[in-house]
């Protein structure tokens, strides 16, 4: 996990963003499977996780930042993936699962401010405040958190 702890110059409140591959994870992202099944995430994904026990979803967490607002949000990536061999081994890591499945549905993040797709931010350094709205960097007294 990587990410960074934010002090507001503006109000002065704390936040932090989090992000990463996290192994081990098991049961991670039902609540996002469940809200495919219950059509939330649109029709195409949740014909998919309805109809193929056997898909699997990239539970990686993952920073999203809007390129028209600036809002961010930490989400699970939700990249949809079907098996490539028989019987594959269960994965406990994200990058191995690419190795036994394919992709098979792009992950895709709607700005809950304006609407617009949001994108990966592998950086973080620069966020807004949750808060108030200013844009910051990664504070130093708070420390940068890299596990």
């Given at each position: 996990m990587e990410g960074f702890g934010f002090k507001c110059k503006k109000c002065g409140k704390t936040y932090e963003a989090m992000w990463g591959d996290d192994p081990m994870n098991v049961g991670f992202g039902e609540e996002y499977l469940e809200a495919m099944r219950q059509g939330e995430y649109g029709p195409e994904r949740q014909h998919i996780v309805l109809s193929d026990k056997s898909v699997l979803m990239d539970t990686t967490l993952r920073l999203y930042k809007c390129r028209k607002c600036g809002a961010w949000k930490v989400e699970c990536?939700?990249?949809?993936?079907?098996?490539?061999?028989?019987?594959?081994?269960?994965?406990?890591?994200?990058?191995?699962?690419?190795?036994?499945?394919?992709?098979?549905?792009?992950?895709?993040?709607?700005?809950?401010?304006?609407?617009?797709?949001?994108?990966?931010?592998?950086?973080?350094?620069?966020?807004?405040?949750?808060?108030?709205?200013?844009?910051?960097?990664?504070?130093?007294?708070?420390?940068?958190?890299d596990y």
């Open positions: 990536d939700m990249g949809l993936y079907a098996p490539k061999v028989d019987n594959p081994k269960v994965v406990w890591w994200a990058s191995y699962l690419k190795e036994q499945y394919r992709l098979i549905k792009e992950p895709f993040h709607k700005c809950d401010e304006c609407g617009c797709e949001m994108k990966i931010d592998k950086h973080g350094f620069r966020l807004k405040c949750p808060y108030c709205g200013k844009a910051n960097w990664g504070h130093p007294q708070i420390e940068v958190i």
